[in-house]
Structures are given as C-alpha cells and as structure tokens.
C-alpha cells in the first residue's frame, strides 16, 4: 500500500513554492505548534536550495518529515495561509515532504552534533514524538541525553499507530536514527519502573522529561465484548506497521465504534485492506465527531459505511462464541437494531496513564482525566526537575504538539540547567517584528476550529 | 464593433497588428500562416546580403514560474538570398492583396541601399523598413544599430533610400541611443515617411555559474544579444512617447517593444503609435495570439464609444509632463480596506524597510479592525499611519489582494503649484519655503 499523497515532483514544488506570497510574520508560522519559519523554508525551495530548507523546517521540528505527511495541515499552516481565502493555499505540507524527503533520499546532514557539551544530563522517559522532539533540542544545546523506551523500536504511534496510506514506518524509524545522530542515546526496551526506579533517574538525571503517551485502547466494558473478533482498533493500526500486510487479519463485514481519528483510520484501512464491508458507527450526531472533515470524507470515498447516534448495547455472539454483530440503539429514536460483523474494532480513546505516573512520581500533580498538569510555556510540573509533554500531559493531540512541548520543555530544562533565557530559532522571515521576537506558534499555535 | 483599419504612412491596413521583422517573417509558409491567422500587416525579416548564423541564437529571461519574460536574440538579417525573399513577398501580396506588406532592408554603399529598394518596389511590397537598429554582428559590420546611433550617417542613409523610393519608408530606431528623439529627427530630416521603434536592447540575460559562459552559449562563449519581450514594455512605451510628444517630428509611430495583448496594444496607440509590432509574443505562443488582440481592441473601443483606434492614437501623450510641471499640493494616502485584507502584512515590511515607514503592525482587537481572513489572535494587522504617509504607491503595489490598498486623495491645498511656480513664488517673497521632511 502506498502513501495516499504522491510527493511533489521537483518542477511542482518550485512552482508551487513560487506562489508563496514570503508573507511577513506570516501566519502559518503562527499556526504550527513548533513554529517552523514556513515562508522562509518555501522560500528556499523557491532558490533551489532544497537542503537548506530541510534544515529550516528540523531545526524547527526534528520530526518534519512525519508531520509533513501526519499533520491535519487544513486546521493549521495550510488552514490559516492567506492565499486560502480566495484560492488555494500554498500545499505546506508536501513542501516540507519534499525538502525533507531531498535530504532523506541523499543522505544529507543538516543538523550539526554541537562540539562542546554541557555536562549536563538529562533523561527522557518515552522515546515518541514528545521524547524525540525535547531530545533532538536539548542534544543540540550540548546536553547528554538518553531516552528510555520501553517497545523495540523509537518513534511511538509514528512508528506504529498511524494508518499506513498516511505514512510509513520507515519515516518514523529513520527520524529516530536522526535524533541518534546528533548524540541521543536510546535504551529500547527498558520499562521504567520496572527495570529501573524513576527514583534512581532523578538522582543520576539532572532533568527528567516524562513523555509516556497514552496507554492501551479503552474497553466498551460491554456484554459479550471480551472473545475472539474484538480488539482495539490501535491494535489493529499497528499489526500493519509490524507485519506483512496479507498477515493482518481483516474480517469480511468490519465495525469500527468511535468518533476520532483512530476509528476514521481503521475503518479505511481495513477498507483499502480488502475488507468487502467496512462500517463506522459512532455515537453521537456527524458534527461532534472529532475525526477531521476530510479524513471523514476519504472514508466516504474509500466506500466506507457510517453509522451515527448509534449507541453500542451488546456484542452478540453465536453459540460457538464467534462474533456475529452487536446491537445499537439509535441515540434519539430509541430504535434497536443489530449490526452484523465478524471484526469489531474499538476507537473510544486510549486509557490514560494516572496508574503508571503515580507508580512513577507518587507526588506528581495530575488532573480530573488523569493527565500530568504543565505549564503550558514550559512543560514543567509540580516537581522539581520533572517536565512533561505529549499525551501523557495533553491527553492525546497531534504529533506536532507533542514536539512542540518537548521543544519548550527542553528549552526550559536548558534555562534551568545553564540559567540562560531559553531563545528558540530566530524565524528568519519574520526579523524584526515587535512580539513574540521568535518561536511565533511554539508558544500559543493558533488552530482554526475543524468544523 | 469599431472598424479597426488604419492608415499608416499612406500603407493600408485591415487592423494596427503587425508582425515585426524577425524569426516569424522569414518565410512566405509564415507569413500565410500569419495572415490567415489575422494579423494586418507584416514586416518582413531583414534582407540584404545573406549572412551565416551561429548555434544556438536566443535566450531568456525566467522569473519564477514564468518564462520568456525578457528575450534576447544574436540571430543577424535574412539568412535567404534577396532572390528567394522578394519572390516570396511577390507571391505573399499577391495572395494577401488588402494586408500590409513591408520589407526590412540593410544595407551598406548607397549603390546597395537603391539596388535593395528598386528589387522591393518591382516585388511589390506596399513600404520600406530600413533596419537601423540590429544591435549585434551587423553593427560590427557598420550597419543596423551602428547607422541608428549616428543621427547624421541615419540621415544620409535615408536619403539614399529616398532618391529612389516610391513607396513609404519607415526608419526602425534603436533604444540603444542616449536621446531617440535625435534619431527620429534625423530619419525625418532624411526624408523618412515614418519611425517605428524600439529595436532590441543590448543585453545579457544570464550567466551560467558552472560554466561562467552567459547565454546563449556558442563553442564556449556567447555575445552581446538584442533584448525584447515583456521586460521591455516600459523602456519602449517612453520612447515611443518621447517621440509622439515632440512637435517638430510629426511623423507616424509604429511601436515596438514586449507587446504581448491587446491591452499592451492599445497603451502604445494611446502613446501615439498607429501601429503596433509583435513578434516574441509569437515566437512564444504562435501566430493566434491575434485573434484576441483583435478582439480585446474592438471591444475596448466600442466600450469607450471609439469608432476607430486613430481616435486612440496619441491620447495619452500630453499627460506626460515634465516633473517641474506636476502639482506640488496633490496629496493622497494609502487606505487598507481591511474587509478584504487576507493579513500578509508585506505592506507593512515594504513601507518599513523599503519606504517611509508609516504602516503600523497593531493588535487587532485594540484597534478594533478585529479578526478575519489572515487576521489572529496574537498577530498584528497593518494600519496606515495617514499623517506620514507620503502617498508614494509602494504598498498598494506589493499587495497581492487586487482593491485592498486604494491610493486616497486628500483634500487638502486645492490651488495646484508646481515646482517651477513654487520657484517663481519663492523668488518674489510670496511663499514661505516648503520645510524639509524631519
């Protein structure tokens, strides 16, 4: 299966960099959570110095090449670009995948390893898009860094929980490698707190940045839910990305419950798998989905079937305990009526990680939804030494935040380390502007609403 | 629709489009193609003693996506025998009797110059170009460009031709001069029926940064070329203007230069050309670019009640004014409508960095513009600051949103002074000196 979006070729990228208009203090840059100089990198693109736009966008974001092809770029760059108003917007995205892919594919290095380190160290716990986005940035500021992951492989949901025709594994993986090469060290398969103490890292650490995501996909906690035919739609996501595709097991009549952006990409994966019938059905009415409207629409054109105001009551079963369907209620007509299927994916949310935290750090802050409560400009917590970002603190964004908070926390892990005032890449295009001098999106990223 | 005929020199036409003496006009199998495509008349390619050409000839001007912006050319006269060309303008007239049909000439002893003209008039052509503006290898030769820059070798060539030319002649002007207006008057003092201008520039487009070779590339190096296309428009619109403006010429315009459209077209007549010339926009695009060119004039014309384009001819030219004539008391002043302003802000980084520096960057809730297109939270939108601003242009020209900047006028002074009456009112005491800008 190949990635949905063709890459642009080199004659479409210069010419759609050309459009850009080099807006100043342009809004786009506003509207990414990591603050990427957008125009400046475009333009770039637009001298024929594609390298040296790769370096603009991962100096920005080290996971640039991910977010090119994961981002919701309609809610934000793309979403809040002038020429979107009465034409098309500049395609941000595909730029970005171009540059980035032009180094990937050349084997060039952009970002340099800093010759002189700090004697600092600092740990992070969890080696996805948060853990890599605060160790690629404290690395570059000459602090020793080691990420403790507890899969096989770095990268998070990049690596294994976005659908595959977004995005390959091997983008994920080779930003991993990136983050290696500018000194991080990765210990895969440690689980912290059980393999080590986070007390042992607090006092071998001079930081701690906890980046632990989300945990496993939420049961319906329904009758008949537990047996073969059901699992978590994350599960289902991620046996894509680990094994031969003609091995993921794909029923004939697929249900997907949920509303969000893992239930849209499971129904259409399992679709554009093969599956003869693949239907979503979701609780509540289409508009309070907070799946994104055109990842809806791909689905409806992948010929998925999707179901609203339905309310799960019951997975139904046959004698021999297979799955045979479940029975909904419609949420305002009372009417019941049964589904058939013979694989049920779940994508109501991933559980949140308040036990593991509190295993962790028994005095850590956390809030009503089990999330550790941060400083948004800084990502710090409660404890001294402790910073956190990503799901585990936002309780499940885009990859971008999550490397914008591990941005801003390994910023202020440098102020607090070294006790100078953390100042984040000058936007080139926008020198000179007033407020805020740099880092315009790292700090408040501006989102246009999805529906 | 407007009858678009013109008479130009005593050469009748069916519309003022004429293609210019060049790559288009060196075959009689293009010039049917032309005129069948529409255009009203043709000056053909250059002839004189057939030259040998080099590879490659031309290259060009790209400004981001768009090509062929500026041209340049080091093509020399009519590769083909005078033989081959005048029984090609032979048959070319006979089968296109109402077209104008106009041979360029070159050539250097006056002996040459009448041998030249007498051939022409038995091929029966209905005028005369005299090619004194080819800017590369003729020139060298003592010929084209060499003859235009020298006013008083201009005249007494022309009179040559005159001596024995029955038909209109036309002396084609070089740009590469300090003053044009001298040229022309030359060419009249010769006996010339009409000027057409401009000949190319001389120009280099690009140069390779591997090879340090400009283009185009012969064998290791290249030459100066002679530059043309859309770049060139302006440099042409003055000196035809420059020309049409001077009372002691009088003399017909046919004008040249980077004309592309209808509206290109129709600014050179109102500069005071009767006929227009074309030939990179065809070297682009094809002979059917006339079709609109015609079109787009008559319907322009109809839309100002114009019968005819000679009603167009020269309209604009007296409000071309030296600058000690314009009124010191006009003030306008840039206005952002900010219901359509998408919130680029590349007004205000022009004003500020390039300009006067009187476009703020403000909050948009304090200043109750509020948000919209382009406009968030915690980004500043452009306000003019009116009482600084100097009304020079620059921001409505960089902003990409067509209407969103307009250039107000202010009531202000309404007796007009210009700076030859503000000297006069100075030296009599009865004005005080305008202060200096702080």
């Given amino acids: 299966m190949e990635e949905m979006t063709d890459p642009l070729s080199d004659q479409g990228a210069l010419a759609e960099s050309q459009r850009c208009l080099y807006c100043y203090d342009a809004p786009c840059i506003h509207a990414c959570p990591t603050g990427i100089d957008v125009p400046a990198f475009i333009k770039k693109i637009a001298n024929g110095e594609v390298a040296s736009a790769a370096k603009t966008i991962l100096t920005a974001n080290i996971l640039g090449a991910s977010c090119a092809r994961v981002c919701p770029t309609e809610v934000l760059c793309e979403g809040a670009c002038v020429l979107g108003h009465e034409y098309e917007p500049i395609p941000i995205g595909r730029l970005q995948r171009h540059a980035t892919d032009f180094i990937t594919k050349r084997g060039i290095s952009v970002l340099k390893k800093p010759t002189e380190t700090s004697g600092f160290r600092v740990a992070i716990i969890g080696g996805g898009p948060a853990g890599l986005g605060c160790a690629a940035d404290l690395a570059q500021l000459g602090h020793r860094v080691v990420i403790f992951e507890k899969e096989r492989d770095a990268g998070g949901l990049n690596t294994r929980g976005v659908a595959y025709y977004k995005m390959k594994p091997r983008v994920s993986l080779d930003e991993v490698r990136l983050v290696e090469s500018l000194g991080v060290e990765i210990r895969r398969e440690v689980n912290v707190g059980v393999d080590l103490s986070a007390g042992e890292l607090l006092s071998e650490y001079d930081a701690v940045f906890v980046a632990i995501g989300l945990g496993c996909g939420s049961r319906l906690n329904l009758p008949g839910e537990s047996g073969p035919g059901v699992r978590s739609a994350l599960d289902f996501i991620r046996d894509i990305h680990e094994m031969p595709l003609d091995e993921v097991a794909i029923g004939h009549s697929v249900l997907v419950i949920g509303g969000g952006n893992t239930a849209i990409d499971a129904v259409s994966q399992a679709k554009r798998l093969g599956a003869p019938s693949a239907t979503l059905a979701y609780r509540r009415k289409e508009e309070r989905m907070s799946a994104y409207a055109f990842e809806v629409s791909l689905a409806r054109a992948a010929d998925c079937r999707l179901l609203f105001q339905a309310k799960p009551l019951e997975v139904l079963r046959s004698a021999e305990g297979n799955l045979t369907g479940v029975k909904f209620v419609h949420e305002t007509n009372g009417k019941e009526w049964i589904e058939p299927c013979d694989q049920l994916l779940v994508a109501i949310g991933q559980n949140k990680q308040d036990h593991w935290l509190k295993s962790l750090f028994p005095t850590l802050e956390l809030n009503s939804q089990g999330c550790v409560i941060t400083d948004p400009l800084t990502s710090r917590t409660n404890l001294p030494k402790v910073f956190a970002g990503g799901d585990c603190a936002n309780g499940g964004k885009e990859v971008v935040n999550a490397v914008g908070e591990g941005k801003k926390a390994a910023l202020a892990i440098h102020q607090m380390l070294t006790g100078k005032t953390p100042i984040p890449t000058l936007q080139s295009s926008r020198r000179g502007i007033a407020r805020p001098p740099a880092g315009a999106g790292l700090w408040n990223p501006v989102r246009k609403p999805t529906h | ?234 440099i042409a619109l003055n000196m035809v203007q420059n020309c049409a403006q001077d009372t002691d010429l009088g003399l017909p315009i046919s004008g040249i230069g980077g004309i592309s459209d209808w509206r290109d077209a129709a600014e050179f007549i109102a500069l005071g050309a009767t006929t227009i010339q074309v030939c990179t926009a065809v070297m682009h695009h094809g002979f059917r670019i006339v079709e609109d060119m015609i079109e787009g004039l008559g319907t322009y014309l109809d839309g100002k009640s114009m019968k005819s384009p000679q009603v167009l001819v020269g309209r604009a030219v007296s409000s071309l004014r030296k600058w000690e004539d314009l009124n010191l008391n006009f003030k306008r002043v840039a206005h952002i409508d900010h219901e359509i302003c998408i919130g680029c802000n590349l007004c205000h980084i022009a004003c500020e960095d390039g300009a006067h520096q009187c476009i703020d960057l403000l909050d948009p809730e304090s200043t109750g513009i509020g948000y919209g297109p382009g406009r968030m939270k915690g980004k500043a939108v452009p306000v003019v600051r009116e009482d600084d601003c100097v009304g020079c242009n620059l921001c409505s020209l960089v902003c990409p949103v067509d209407n969103c900047i307009s250039m107000v006028e202010m009531s202000s002074n309404p007796t007009p002074m210009s700076w030859s009456q503000y000297q006069y009112l100075l030296s009599k005491g009865a004005i005080a000196p305008i202060p200096p800008h702080p």
């Fill in chain 2, 1 to 234: 629709m407007a009858d678009l005929s013109v008479t130009f020199a005593g050469i009748r036409s069916p519309n003022p489009f004429w293609l210019a003496s060049g790559p288009p006009t060196n075959t009689a199998y293009q010039a049917h193609r032309a005129f069948e495509a529409g255009w009203g008349g043709i000056v053909w390619k250059t002839i004189g003693d057939p030259t040998p050409n080099v590879a490659s000839r031309y290259s060009a001007l790209r400004l981001g996506t768009k090509r062929m912006v500026g041209f340049n050319n080091i093509e020399l006269i009519s590769d083909r025998s005078p033989e081959t060309n005048f029984r090609e303008l032979t048959e070319v007239k006979e089968r296109w009797p109402d077209r104008a049909l106009v041979a360029s000439l070159m050539a250097d002893t006056r002996e040459h110059w009448h041998e030249l003209i007498r051939r022409g008039e038995d091929s029966g052509v209905d005028g005369f170009e005299l090619n004194f503006g080819c800017p590369h290898g003729m020139c060298e030769r003592g010929m084209g460009s060499a003859v235009g820059q020298n006013p008083d070798v201009a005249e007494k060539i022309t009179n040559w031709v005159m001596e024995v030319a029955r038909k209109p002649v036309i002396v084609k002007l070089t740009p590469n001069i300090t003053d044009i207006v001298q040229a022309a008057r030359a060419a009249k003092r010769g006996g010339a029926n009409a000027i057409s201008l401009i000949n190319t520039i001389r120009s280099i487009t690009q140069v390779n940064l591997d090879s340090f070779v400009p283009e185009p590339y012969v064998d290791g190096a290249s030459t100066h070329g002679g530059y043309c296309g859309p770049a060139v428009k302006p």
